[in-house]
Structures are given as C-alpha cells and as structure tokens.
T-cell receptor
Framework: LAKTTQPISMDSYEGQEVNITCSHN???????ITWYQQFPSQGPRFIIQ???TKVTNEVASLFIPADRKSSTLSLPRVSLSDTAVYYC??????????FGTGTRLKVLA | DGGITQSPKYLFRKEGQNVTLSCEQN?????MYWYRQDPGQGLRLIYY???????QKGDIAEGYSVSREKKESFPLTVTSAQKNPTAFYLC????????????FGQGTRLTVV
C-alpha cells in the first residue's frame, strides 16, 4: 500500500478554490488514489478516485501527474460546509483502506 | 435505504468490563472493517473481514475481538485487555473488488468511566 503524506491543515475563504496535495512516492502500479471527507463525529465519505490524469465529478476534481507520485484534490468555490478533514489513500487489491492523519481544512467567512 | 448501521451511538463502560459494538450492513458487501479514531487523529485499522467466517488483524488488534457469522454483521468486542478503550469506533464495508469505495457507519463513541 502506498504511504501518503499530506499537509496537516489549511485555511481558506468562502468562494475560493482549494487545492490539497498528497505525496505518494512509493505508489504501486495497481494503486488507485482515493480521497475521503470526514466531518466531526461522522464516518468518512468517499469524494473521488483516480488512476492518472484528471478526474472530475460534481464535488471535486483530482489531478494525477504522469509519474503518479503525487495527486491534487481541487475543491471549487468552497463554502463553510466544506470545513472537514480530507484523507488521501493509496490502495490496490488488498481490501485494506489505510488512512493517514489527513488535512484539516477550515473555511473562513 | 441501503447503508451501514452502528449501534449504539454512545456507549459507557466501566473499567474491567467487556463491551460489544454492533455493525450491520444491507449493501450486500463481502468485506467489512473496524477502525478506531482518537481525537485529532486519523483512522487506525483494528480488524477486517473479506468473507463470512474469516477475519484478519489490522494494525491495532490487541484487546479487541470480532466475529463474522453472517455477511450482514461484524460485531466488535472491546475486552478488558484493551488499556485505553475510550475512542470513536467506525465500521465500514465494501465490495471485495479492488479500488472500490468504502461505506462508513456513523460511529460509536465509547467512553470508559
């Protein structure tokens, strides 16, 4: 499983685009990159997953460069309700979802 | 509604007592997981099960036990051997195929009094 490194915390203002980068230098060929969001006292929720290049859904975009040693979660025009912890996971076919400490995003008014 | 249900939401235990946390899913998922989360920390894997009647230790299995007698259920017992059981416990389930989304319950907050 890929070991991931993320910034511990970030602050942003409402309406701004937020980019959270995750480093995964030892990612394996079969590993996908997945991001989860967690609000206080709740279970994490899946946001987006990708293997390479760019993936976009209704919530976020995920950018993965050609070498796949990092990835960037992009949240467009954040609101106060996006204040949460964001986890980057690298996983392949082992059924084990390994969470690091995540990035604590605080959106300010 | 399909989903994963944990109960109870809050649980208090006296020191030296065993306590069992419930986790039920109706998503027809083969794989289920238990995590522990301490304040300000990430999730740590306690046990996981890929199929009925089979389970594997995660990173912090000491002081915990599980069973998987039914596909829908994966109860976690916090035994008296667990020295610091006060934490937020999360259960999850997923398909067995790789790179699939994990679905989490709302968690059980266990406090030792």
């Amino acid at each position: 499983l890929a070991k991931t490194t993320q910034p511990i915390s970030m602050d942003s203002y409402e309406g701004q685009e937020v980019n959270i980068t995750c480093s995964h230098n030892n990612i394996a060929t079969n590993d996908y990159i997945t991001w989860y969001q967690q609000f206080p006292s709740q279970g994490p929720r899946f946001i987006i997953q990708g293997y390479k290049t760019k993936v976009t859904n209704e919530v976020a975009s995920l950018f993965i460069p050609a070498d796949r040693k990092s990835s960037t979660l992009s949240l467009p025009r954040v609101s106060l309700s996006d204040t949460a912890v964001y986890y980057c996971l690298g996983a392949s076919g082992t059924y084990k979802y390994i969470f690091g400490t995540g990035t604590r995003l605080k959106v300010l008014a | 509604d399909g989903g994963i249900t944990q109960s109870p939401k809050y649980l208090f235990r006296k020191e030296g007592q065993n306590v069992t946390l419930s986790c039920e899913q109706n998503l027809n998922h083969d794989a289920m997981y238990w995590y522990r989360q301490d304040p300000g920390q990430g999730l740590r894997l306690i046990y996981y099960s890929q199929i009925v009647n089979d389970f594997q230790k995660g990173d912090i299995a000491e002081g915990y036990s599980v069973s998987r007698e039914k596909k829908e259920s994966f109860p976690l017992t916090v035994t008296s051997a667990q020295k610091n059981p006060t934490a937020f416990y999360l259960c999850a389930s997923s398909q067995r195929e790789s790179n699939t989304e994990a679905f989490f319950g709302q968690g059980t907050r266990l406090t030792v009094v």
